[in-house]
């Protein structure tokens, strides 16, 4: 058995377990070589019944029923007992492998002889979540400098069965157990020879939604900060010695920079004066207690500002910095969209702004850029806290494709410049521009990108503590690039963000809207507009109104690009009157247009009822030059 894929359950909704089962389904790696333990912890409704006609009904699944613990450690390590798998991978019930997921990993350990292999993750909200720690493939990443090799520090990783037995690593058991999978991994990360990255292959999808969360985390709750605190030691006596001492800071710096300093957000304003006192009394005695100001030279400026605020004990000043320091986001807006040879180039701006157009508040002072807040901040904080000039030479800005569907990000290499504008009062301005390459046929890790899947284009930038992974804004018209045989689409989306289709004829023909027609040899030639790239034709489908039907069918048909131009061919025999829905997905584009045959021409305008403006066009809109040298093609390529 190579791989025990251990499931905790409580109260699984159907709909989890569904998708949870059906990814285990589709695995490549086969059933016979995995195994899939369910460890229902009391669940007081049907799911142990559910799990019970699962197993029925799957060789590989074992189910076990123990009493209610209270948390997920408890199966777990139960699950890790009963493995035989030579690997064990941890799922939440309601999260999913990707398919090629088990073989890759396990394939990928093997090879190295990995303790634990960290496969590359996804987080259903979070478009860019953990981009950065998914860039190579890394047959050793302990030792990695810029991350530890661990983070995201959950339990969706593979473990070698015999390294979690030799050192007895499990768990952490209680009816409460907060960051139950760091103390967890802690042990991993003292006691792992070899700690794997896999990258090039996705993993896990960690499920969420929007507006998700539990009450479990409250930073206003005293168990999250006792608990908190237990973390924090348990760093240090987890990963003493020498031999430890990188990635014990990193771990430290961690908790310093996201949970201590970082709990100083604008959100901090929006609390009962009684719920910020409390919070700014944990950090503050988490803070002196851990000696973390050591670390204060290795946070981002914002976070030191904070650090600094809460050492001095200003929690007035702080409540000051989070309104004033709130972060910003940025956003990219493409200014130029253009195929060439099957590549879709892209150049564009980036600008930092929140909803309400605030942008960061800095100024010049002596050379440096600083952060612009009132003197009796000022007051307070170093000249470190507030001096922003290597941040701003630091920033990063990386361009990456996330599918709608899988959510899968794929980073794509980016050339980026960042310049400061000094404004007449004296305020400093940044501007950013982009640009970046993404071909289709290899911008999955050197793969090709999953065909008709959605991928947005999407920018993600780090400047200071302030990550944002945002949309790349477009106002570019629709244009298609045909590359050995294939068809790719980009597009601006409905909400204006730049969209890419790979294998998306279908897409194409609802995105590019007619702007001319004529009959060649009985068929419906129907010129699109936007210029292109490539050439050659592929297969799609128009929706046509018949006569009796209660809405459009599909028509066979062929899109085809020439000398940078779209044409889509409807065979004929062509009646007097054709109802289809093309470019219907245009800005103000009709639904359907009605072609009508006349002595001399052929006429187009949309359909009744249906906005938009009529069209006249000759047999003579395609040039004869044009239209001989499509006929070619199309023989050429056995499709006429």
């Known amino acids: 058995m190579k791989i025990s894929v251990v499931v905790p359950t409580y109260k699984t909704p159907s709909e989890g377990l569904a998708r949870l089962i059906g990814s285990l389904d589709r695995q490549t790696l086969p059933a016979s070589e995995f195994e899939v333990i369910f460890v229902d912890d009391g669940s007081p409704d049907d799911t142990l019944e559910r799990l019970k006609g699962l197993a029925s009904t799957h060789r590989n699944v074992r189910v076990e029923a ?46 190295h002889r990995a303790d634990v292999v960290s496969g590359k993750e996804s987080r259903t909200t979070d478009p860019g979540w953990a981009l950065g720690s998914y860039d190579v493939d890394r047959a050793q990443a302990k030792g990695r400098e810029d991350v530890h090799p661990l983070l995201p520090m959950n339990p969706h990783k593979l473990y070698r069965k015999a390294f979690l037995d030799e050192f007895g690593i499990r768990f952490l058991e209680g009816r409460r157990v907060l960051w139950e999978d760091i103390f967890f991994n802690l042990q991993v990360a003292r006691d792992a020879k070899v700690v794997s990255s896999l990258a090039s292959v996705p993993y896990y999808h960690w499920v969420t939604t929007e507006g998700s969360g539990s009450t479990t985390f409250l930073k206003s709750n005293d168990d999250y900060w006792e608990w908190l605190r237990r973390v924090c030691s348990a760093t240090v006596e987890t990963l003493a010695g020498d031999e430890n001492r990188m990635q014990r800071e990193q771990l430290e710096l961690h908790q310093y920079n996201s949970r201590v300093a ?74 130029a969209v253009q195929w060439r040879d099957g590549v879709l180039h892209i150049e564009g701006v980036v600008e930092w702004a929140d909803s309400s157009g605030r942008r960061p508040a800095l100024r010049r002072t002596g050379g440096r850029i600083v952060k612009d807040l009132p003197q009796e901040v000022l007051d307070v904080v170093t000249r470190d806290a507030i001096d922003v000039t290597r941040e701003i030479d630091a920033i990063e800005l990386t361009a990456f494709v996330h599918s709608r569907q899988s959510r899968v990000a794929w980073a794509s290499e980016t050339t ?127 929706g046509e109104w018949k006569a009796g039907a209660a809405g459009p069918r599909g028509t066979a048909a062929k899109l085809t690009v020439i000398n940078g131009n779209a044409f889509l061919r409807v065979p004929g025999p062509h009646p007097a009157v054709r109802t289809l829905r093309v470019g219907d997905r245009t800005p103000g584009g009709a639904v359907a247009w009605t072609f009508r045959s006349r002595r001399g021409g052929i006429d187009m305008e949309p359909a009744a009822g249906t906005p938009g403006g009529a069209v006249s066009a000759q047999p003579t809109a395609i040039a004869p030059r044009l239209r001989r040298a499509a006929g070619r093609l199309l023989r050429k390529l056995g499709l006429r």
């Not at 304003?269 to 973390?292: C, G, V």
């Not at 945002?470 to 050995?484: C, G, L, N």
């Not at 809207?513 to 050439?535: F, K, M, N, R, Y």
Request: with cysteine; proline share 4%.
């Open 416 to 542: 980026a410049e960042v310049s400061v504008e000094d404004r007449p009062d004296g305020t400093v301005g940044i501007a950013g521009r982009v640009s970046f390459l993404i071909d289709p046929r290899r911008a999955a890790f050197g793969g090709p990108l999953d065909s008709g899947s959605h991928w947005d284009i999407r920018l993600h930038t780090r400047f200071g503590s302030a990550t944002t992974a945002r949309a790349v804004k477009s106002m570019i018209p629709a244009s298609v690039s045909i590359a050995d045989g294939h068809l790719h689409l980009v597009y601006p989306n409905d909400g204006g963000a730049a969209t890419l289709i790979p294998d998306g004829q279908q897409e194409a023909v609802r995105r590019l809207s007619p702007t001319a027609v004529s009959l060649e040899e009985g068929d419906l030639v129907i010129t699109l507009s936007g210029q292109h790239d490539g050439s050659g034709s592929v297969d799609t489908s128009v």
């Open 66 to 111: 123990i009493e209610n613990s209270g948390w997920p450690s408890k199966p777990r390590n139960v699950g890790i007992d009963l493995a035989q798998g030579e690997y064990v991978a941890f799922m939440d019930h309601d999260d999913e492998l990707y398919p090629d997921a088990l073989r890759a990993a396990y394939e990928f350990a093997a090879a």
């Open 262 to 335: 970082g709990a100083f957000d604008l959100k901090f304003t929006e609390r009962s004066e009684r719920n910020k006192k409390f919070i700014f009394e944990r950090a503050a005695a988490l803070q002196a207690d851990f000696d973390y100001r050591r670390l204060n030279d290795r946070l981002t400026v914002s976070r030191r500002l904070r650090a600094e605020l809460l050492h001095a004990g200003r929690q007035d000043l702080m409540e000051t910095v989070c309104a004033l320091d709130a972060a910003v986001p940025a956003w990219g807006r493409a200014d």
